[in-house]
Every structure is written in structure tokens, then in C-alpha cells.
């Protein structure tokens, strides 16, 4: 039968797959926050006693979930890499792009963290994100450029050779406008000093994704080491105003 003909038959397969999810995590019941049933066009979320009464038995996970990447105890921001930004490849890419058209350290790290966000934490207003997650460790230059360049994408600059990319005109219509705000952080982003090192982002950003081109992160490793200040506590544990970002990729589905 059209799975189309009876949407019965699809959240039946949905409550299967959860079933089968819990299944794997053992005796732990895993929960998702509320922005992830958003995402799916639903206002609404599972209280803890409805799903503690509906598993008697079993308790919420809390902590390290089995099925990602293992993480250590005082994660750098190569681990971050390693086991939890799903954009790695693009961002090696971009930073390899940067790095062989002889741009500085700067536009470098830049492009190398420009989309972690949008990789490991969340898509919408991902330069907002990426660089709040980064601020507390690098230069004030970086993290503007990173918080920029979600603008700045959408809009040409034919002096360095950036044009519209063909990749937009397929992802959003030939119509698609991007929001006042964007406009706006642009006209101002535009005006600012230093508006060439987030356009560089723009201008280094793979809009085509090559999976056959794998990159390692550690070939950054000494650039991450002059420009990125690693907590020694660990990402995640050293008490800066985002630390609890950098704790929620680590432990996205923890009750609370
Ligand atoms: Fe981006
Ligand atoms: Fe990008």
C-alpha cells in the first residue's frame, strides 16, 4: 500500500523506530529536546513522568550516549572534530581552500570553524551560533567574521569575485530574498574593517561538497594551537559563558 494512503502506517513505523532506538541504548531511555519535534512541525513534548510510566523499568539516560563517538574528559577542539561536527569535511575543505590560496592564519582557523553550528549543534542562523560557541577563544576578528558570513553569503562581491551561489538559486528559488535582518547585518557588516576577513569566508566556502576529498584535521593542528585558546578543563567544563554549548554536543539528549 502508498505509505501516502495511510499515515497511520508511517507514525506506527516512527514509535517502531524509537522502540528500536531505546532498544539499543540498553536499560537508558533517551529523550530529545523540544526544538527536534519543532523541526517537525509538532508544538509538543513527551513529559518525563508520561515516558518514565510508559518504561517502568528504565531510567532517562544522563551522560555519554553509546551510540555516538565516544568523547573524552577534557575534549579539545580537535575532538570536537573528530567525533562531532558532521560538516568536517566541508570545513577541512574550506580551510584547506584558504590555506592553499595563501590567506593568513585568521581567514584560515576562520574557515575551518566558520559552519561547526550548523554541523553539530543547529542549522538556523548557524553564523549566530558558531560564533558565540567560539568567542571566549579567539580573537574578536575570528568569531565577527564567522557571525558575518551568514550574511554575507547571500550577497555578491564582484571586486574579490564572489557571486550568488548557483547552489542557492537551487537550495531556496530564483526568488528567495533573504530576511531584513540579513539584509540589514549586511549593509553593516559591509561598511566594517573587518569585512574582508568574513568575505574570505564566502569567498573559501566549498558550496560543492566533494565526499571523495578527505582531509585530517590534525594538519591543523598548529594553527588551531596560535589562534584557538583550548581551555585546559576541557571544552565544555571550564566555566566560560558557553560552556554549556559546548556540554550539549557532548550530551545532546540529557532529560534535563
Ligand atoms: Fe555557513
Ligand atoms: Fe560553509
Redesign the pocket.
Known sequence: MNEHANPQTLSQRADELEEQMMHELGERIATKSSLFYLADGKVEMPSGPALKAANPDKYFLMGADPRLPKMPAKPTLIDFFKNRFASLNHLLQSATHALKGGHNEKVVLACLL??IA?GALIRVD??YW?AQLIEPYVSEEISWAVRN??AL?FFADESVGYKYPEAYVKFFGPDYEPEEYVQRAYAQARQHRWYMTSRL?TLN?LYSFDPNVTVDPELFTDIIGRHFKQPPEGLGFDGSAVAHMWRTMIWPNNLL
Open positions: 566558520h559552519d550548523n548557524h553564523g558558531g558570513h551568514q553569503r569566508i566556502d
